[in-house]
C-alpha cells in the first residue's frame, strides 16, 4: 500500500469549511483513497472513498488530483462534533487491510 | 446502518490467561478484521477473514488466533495474554470479499488490559 502524509494538527472554526489535505505520491492505479475519522473512545468511522473522480456524500466531499498523487477532504460546514482524528489510507483493491498512519487531529474551535 | 459489535467494551485480564474477544456484524459481511490501536503505533492488522472458516495473517499474527464458525461472528484468541498484549482492539468488517474496494466498519473497540 501507498504511504500517505498528512499534517499532525489543524484548527476550524466552527461553521466554516474544513480542509484536510493528504500526499499519496506514490500511489498506483489500481488504489483507492480512504477517509475515516474516528473520535476519542470510539472506533474509526467511515467518511468517503475514491479512485480518480471526485465524491461527494452527505457527510463530505473528497477532491483527488489529476494525477492522483493528493487529495483534500472537505467538511462543508465544520460543527464541534467533527473534532476527532481524520485518516487518510490508500489500498489496493483485494489487499484486504488498510494501513493506518497518525493522521490529522482536526478542532474545530466556537 | 451497518452494525459490528464488539462484546466488550472494557475488559481486565491477568498474564498467562487465554483471552477471547468476540465480534459480531449485523450486515452479512464476507470480510471481518481484527486491529490494535497503540499510541504512537496507529492500528495494525492481526488477522483476517474473507469467508468462513477461512483466516489470513495480518502484520502482527504472533501470539494471536482466530476463528470463524460463522459468516457474522470472528473472535480473536490471544493464547497466553501477556503484559504487552495490553491495547485496544478493534474488528471491522466489509462485503464484497477478497476484491472488493468497499470500506470496512468498525465496532467502538475493546480496551484490554493485561495485569
Known amino acids: 500500500d501507498a504511504k500517505t502524509t498528512q499534517p499532525t494538527s489543524m484548527d476550524c472554526a466552527e461553521g466554516r469549511a474544513a480542509n484536510l489535505p493528504c500526499n499519496h505520491s506514490t500511489i498506483s492505479g489500481n488504489e483507492y483513497v480512504y477517509w475515516y475519522r474516528q473520535i476519542h473512545s470510539q472506533g474509526p468511522q467511515y467518511i468517503i472513498h475514491?479512485?480518480?473522480n471526485n465524491e461527494t456524500n452527505e457527510m463530505a466531499s473528497l477532491i483527488i488530483t489529476e494525477d492522483r498523487k493528493s487529495s483534500t477532504l472537505i467538511l462543508p460546514h465544520a460543527t464541534l462534533r467533527d473534532t476527532a482524528v481524520y485518516y487518510c489510507?490508500?489500498?489496493?483493491?483485494?489487499?484486504?487491510?488498510?494501513?493506518f498512519g497518525d493522521g490529522t487531529t482536526l478542532t474545530v474551535k466556537p | 446502518d451497518v452494525k459490528v459489535t464488539q462484546s466488550s467494551r472494557y475488559l481486565v485480564k491477568r498474564t498467562g490467561e487465554k483471552v477471547f474477544l468476540e465480534c459480531v456484524q449485523d450486515m452479512d459481511h464476507e470480510n471481518m478484521f481484527w486491529y490494535r490501536q497503540d499510541p504512537g503505533l496507529g492500528l495494525r492488522l492481526i488477522y483476517f477473514s474473507y469467508d468462513v472458516k477461512m483466516k489470513e495473517k495480518g502484520d502482527i499474527p504472533e501470539g494471536y488466533s482466530v476463528s470463524r464458525e460463522k459468516k457474522e461472528r470472528f473472535s480473536l484468541i490471544l493464547e497466553s495474554a501477556s503484559t504487552n498484549q495490553t491495547s485496544m482492539y478493534l474488528c471491522?468488517?466489509?462485503?464484497?470479499?477478497?476484491?472488493?474496494?468497499?470500506?470496512?466498519?468498525f465496532g467502538d473497540g475493546t480496551r484490554l488490559s493485561i495485569l
Open positions: 475514491g479512485l480518480k
Open positions: 471491522a468488517s466489509s462485503p464484497g470479499g477478497r476484491d472488493s474496494n468497499q470500506p470496512q466498519h
Open positions: 489510507i490508500v489500498r489496493v483493491v483485494g489487499a484486504g487491510k488498510s494501513t
